[in-house]
């Protein structure tokens, strides 16, 4: 839980809307779990837990100094299901260079810039719910989401589950941070 001089951070994808739309598709398709709410689905590309402000600027600061991938479009073509964390989820067949790039260029920057990085490798995936069990429904068709940013979340957990806010966001195959975000 972040304290009051701190937030918690992650670097993310955001889907577009009609990636959004497949996600949910499939997530209503579940047969038990607490889904994740529309507006939170994403993937995580670097977790940095609570951070103070000078963390903050480190974490915009490395964004910014990436020589980013071009835009690329990631295709989500299978449902899992891991079942010690109880975590539905749907992936790529396999990562996507670009995707491999981004993530190798992001955590690269942030360690030089001294953020202490989640030890776990990255597995690019979307986490639809939590707590489930049960068979995973097949993909009706594989999900196919543009990837043409990348952006720094702030995350607050609340009694209603997390509420996400976006605080920079950077545009792949060009250089330069979009100001302050808002919620989604």
């Known amino acids: 839980m972040s304290t009051p001089n701190t937030e ?19 997530a209503r398709r579940l047969p038990a779990g607490r889904r994740v709410r529309s507006a939170n689905l994403h993937m995580t590309l670097a977790f940095l837990g609570d951070c103070d402000a000078g963390a903050r600027v480190r974490a915009i600061t ?15 073509e299978r449902t899992a299901l891991w079942r010690r964390p109880g975590v539905a989820l749907v992936a790529p067949r396999e990562t996507p260079p670009e995707l491999e790039a981004l993530v190798g260029r992001l955590q690269a920057a942030l360690a ?3 953020i202490p990085l989640d030890k776990r490798p990255f597995r690019a995936h979307v986490t639809l719910a939590r707590r489930a069990s049960g068979e995973m429904p097949a993909l009706r068709r594989p999900i196919e989401w543009p990837i043409e940013e990348f952006r720094l979340m ?5 009694a209603a589950g997390p509420e996400y806010r976006w605080i920079a966001r950077w545009p792949l195959g060009r250089g330069g941070g979009v100001g302050a975000g808002g919620p989604l």
């Open 112 to 114: 030089a810039h001294g």
């Open 154 to 158: 702030a995350s607050r957990l609340t």
């Open 62 to 76: 490395a964004a910014q100094t990436l020589a980013v991938p071009p835009a690329f479009t990631l295709v989500l």
């Open 8 to 26: 918690r951070l992650f670097f993310a994808l955001w889907p577009s809307a009609a990636a959004r739309r497949g996600l949910v598709g499939i």
